[in-house]
T-cell receptor, first 107, second 121 residues
Framework: DIQMTQSPSSLSASVGDRVTITCRAS??????LGWYQQKPGKAPKRLIY???SLQSGVPSRFSGSGSGTEFTLTISSLQPEDFATYYC?????????FGQGTKVEIK | EVQLVQSGAEVKKPGESLKISCKGS????????IGWVRQMPGQGLAWMGI??????????SPSFQGQVTISADKSISTAYLQWSSLRASDTAMYYC???FGSGSPPPPDYWGQGTLVTVSS
């Protein structure tokens, strides 16, 4: 299986901060990567697909970049509703594998 | 509007069987892969397997092969996740998700609300 390593595992930030989360794949996955947001007690919600394409309805403060083995999710100006856990998912190689998650908490 | 509605929470004893469901609406159910994701208490997400309702083609993650059975009834737009003999370690939230796009398999886009399965003696 391809291993997806997310960093950091958690972070504390303030409203308005720029936040960057990184996901590294154990081997190249082209751009077959998505980012998901999960709030407590809720199902995951897709934010980004194909590494950098914004899911319809998702605010433009979210962006994704990267290809191959290194990917980033950036929140340009953190909003109160963005405090959640974020996961990357690779679907280039079977089986799809998630990163371990990054919990974004209020500073 | 794409919707996936899952069956309600279950409390079972070790060794019992269980089948949970996921009903899709707002899209052509037979034409999209649908899969299952496990989330154990306080843990991350684990992809379990996937089925194409149109022809019942099914693929399992090796970690879950032989542990669960995924099936679908396209006539009622419903997918299922089934256990023949539950263990305490099966206690988790289970999400169904439609899969769409490029890749093998394509990634999940729309998700169900989750079904909590608790296995305890």
């Amino acid at each position: 299986d391809i291993q997806m390593t997310q960093s950091p595992s958690s972070l504390s930030a303030s409203v308005g901060d720029r936040v960057t989360i990184t996901c590294r794949a154990s081997q190249g996955i082209r751009n077959d990567l998505g980012w998901y947001q999960q709030k407590p007690g809720k199902a995951p919600k897709r934010l980004i697909y194909a590494a950098s394409s914004l899911q319809s309805g998702v605010p433009s403060r979210f962006s994704g970049s990267g290809s191959g083995t290194e990917f980033t999710l950036t929140i340009s100006s953190l909003q109160p509703e963005d405090f959640a856990t974020y996961y990357c998912l690779q679907h280039n190689s079977f089986p799809p594998t998630f990163g371990q998650g990054t919990k974004v908490e209020i500073k | 509007e794409v919707q996936l509605v899952q069956s309600g929470a279950e409390v079972k004893k070790p060794g019992e069987s269980l089948k949970i469901s996921c009903k899709g609406s707002g899209y052509s159910f037979s034409s999209y892969w649908i899969g299952w994701v496990r989330q154990m208490p306080g843990q991350g997400l684990a992809w379990m397997g996937i089925i194409f309702p149109g022809d019942s083609n099914t693929r399992y993650s090796p970690s879950f092969q032989g542990q669960v059975t995924i099936s679908a009834d396209k006539s009622i737009s419903t997918a299922y996740l089934q256990w023949s003999s539950l263990r305490a370690s099966d206690t988790a939230m289970y999400y169904c998700a439609r899969h769409f796009g490029s890749g093998s398999p394509p990634p999940p886009d729309y998700w169900g609300q989750g079904t909590l399965v608790t296995v305890s003696s």
